[in-house]
């Protein structure tokens, strides 16, 4: 019966679990079927053909114009709709000439109105009669990787619009005022949509490779990270955009380096019984983030992120001063207050809000695993401004100061670990720091829980509970929801299929370790 209830709050735990995901990837080497998700069907005439990308052989589809490809999205609804809302689809694609408008994307699966992407006879990309900066243009005959992202829930009428493409990691064009845009509006996707589709044949023939569909807004660092078109298949990665362990290095796993400011050095500490190589650094030294994540949440700075951390303050914390800034998010660290700290009574916030004195505290002399989650677009009564300790929620600010869109609380391209204007600051270690670009979950979170000496997972292929690390409970999982069928819930739904089968066991069991 113990078992059963285990079995039982773990598979409420992963309900909860509504995280960025690659929610289809397609490769076509000799068929249509999906590295995540279901097969695409097609429509026309094609056939598969061998190509060299960058020197490497790779097996691509040809179509004529006229066909298209019947792509299944396997998506939730996000941003607040009825339709997925905030997406971005990457392709590996090659058209020997431009001979005319030529559909990219058409999110109507009737195919009975005007495509929503296209490449102009320009060669520029986009719709609306915005399609292109003149100095970066879709080339003629040659393979490349372009991008479109949207967000619907963004601002027309500026370059504050999340309708961008990209070619080859840069940057585009911004569409700014899209026709029909608006949240469950034309941009918005359905359950299918279709690929080089137009109602009135606005196509021409070409090859295609690669085919990858994220539920989430990618970044501009993300973007330009995957760089160009390859004959392999495109990556798997997870919203994670900053990663660094502080092991004799200020190296990014993921993200730029990090700059220390002030003194410290590398030391050796015990975690979870483990040894580890950590940062001990002086009091007044802070870490300079370069982040890289593009504006979110309706903004032109960074309005929805996650900030974790394995840390530790010792019992003389307090001796200067009860408050220890955590972080700062203004990049002059003389200019303004901290944005998240520990107080005297070992509480985490901000505005005089540090969580009730019953919850899970702050313990000095102890390392411990510090999240904080940000989304300025929650309302500021009941402000998704958390704090957690070992994965358990401490305090939820429901009031800070100046909560708005772009306001104190948002990212700008840089940010400050332990900095504040005033020494509201200690002594201390750090062993590792993530940052997300979006609102991570309580569930997430809870999955993540306690430091180790290994550092903060990064969420791997088969992690179905996204803690970094393949093992009996991600088994467990999927074997409790075996024959699931609804993809809003069933995250353990790996392959993003529609049911959680054996083809999720496998995926499991392939991976079983990886991470741990």
Not at 7 to 20: E, F, H, N, R, Y
Not at 244 to 257: L, P, R
């Amino acid at each position: 019966m113990q078992k059963l209830w285990a079995l039982v709050a773990l598979s409420l735990t992963l309900v909860g679990l509504q995280a960025q995901q690659i929610v289809g990837s397609w490769q076509f080497s000799g068929n249509f079927n999906a590295q995540i998700g279901a097969p695409i069907i097609p429509f026309g005439t094609g056939d598969f053909e061998n190509a060299i990308i960058n020197g490497e052989q790779a097996s691509v589809w040809r179509f004529d114009a006229g066909s298209y490809l019947i792509t299944p999205n396997g998506a939730c609804p996000n941003g607040g709709g009825q339709r997925l809302n905030q997406y971005t689809l990457i392709m590996d694609v090659l058209f020997p000439t431009i001979p005319g408008f030529t559909a990219l994307l058409q999110t109507n699966p009737l195919n009975n109105d005007d495509a929503d992407w296209f490449i102009n006879p320009s060669r520029g990309m986009g719709v609306a009669g915005d399609y292109f900066d003149p100095l970066n243009r879709f080339q003629n005959g040659e393979w490349q990787r372009v991008v479109v992202v949207i967000d619907t829930t963004s601002p027309s009428g500026s370059d504050n619009c999340i309708y961008r493409v990209y070619i080859n990691g840069a940057l585009h064009n911004i569409v700014q005022r899209p026709s029909g845009w608006g949240r469950d509006g034309r941009f918005s996707l359905q359950n299918v949509i279709l690929m080089f589709a137009d109602e009135d044949f606005e196509t021409a023939p070409g090859w295609i490779n690669n085919l990858q569909m994220r539920n989430y807004v990618m970044s501009d660092a993300e973007v330009a990270d995957l760089g160009g078109p390859t004959a392999g298949s495109l990556p798997l990665v997870f919203g994670v955009t900053g990663s660094w362990n502080f092991d004799d290095t200020f190296d990014g796993q993921v993200g730029a380096t990090a700059q220390m400011v002030g003194g410290g050095v590398f030391t050796d500490e015990v975690i979870g019984g483990q040894n580890a190589r950590v940062l001990s650094f002086e009091r007044n030294t802070y870490l300079r983030i370069e982040h890289g994540i593009a504006p979110n949440g309706g903004g032109s700075r960074v309005n929805q992120y996650s900030v974790i951390m394995d840390i530790k303050f010792p019992a003389n914390r307090t001796t200067f001063n009860p408050f220890t800034s955590l972080f700062q998010t203004n990049p002059n660290p003389f200019a303004d207050d901290g944005d998240c700290f520990i107080n005297g009574a070992n509480g985490i916030g901000i505005s005089g809000d540090y969580g009730d004195p019953t919850n899970v505290r702050f313990t000095a002399g102890e390392w411990q695993r510090i999240a904080l989650v940000i989304d300025l677009n929650s309302p500021a009564t009941n402000a998704t401004y958390k704090s957690y300790v070992n994965g358990v929620l401490q305090n939820q600010v429901q009031l800070p100061g100046s909560w708005t869109i772009d306001g104190r609380y948002a990212l700008q391209e840089t940010f400050l670990v332990f900095a504040d204007n005033n020494s509201e600051v200690a002594s201390g270690y750090i062993n590792s720091l993530q940052l997300r670009d979006y609102a991570m979950t309580d569930a997430e979170l809870a999955a993540l829980g306690s430091p180790s000496a290994a550092g903060i997972p990064i969420p791997v292929e088969g992690d179905v509970n996204r803690d970094g690390c393949v093992d009996d409970s991600d088994l467990l999982a999927v074997l409790f929801n075996f024959g699931a069928s609804d993809p809003c819930i069933a995250l353990e739904d790996l392959n993003r299929d529609g049911v959680v089968d054996d083809a999720d066991l496998l995926v499991v069991l392939f991976n079983f370790g990886v991470g741990c």
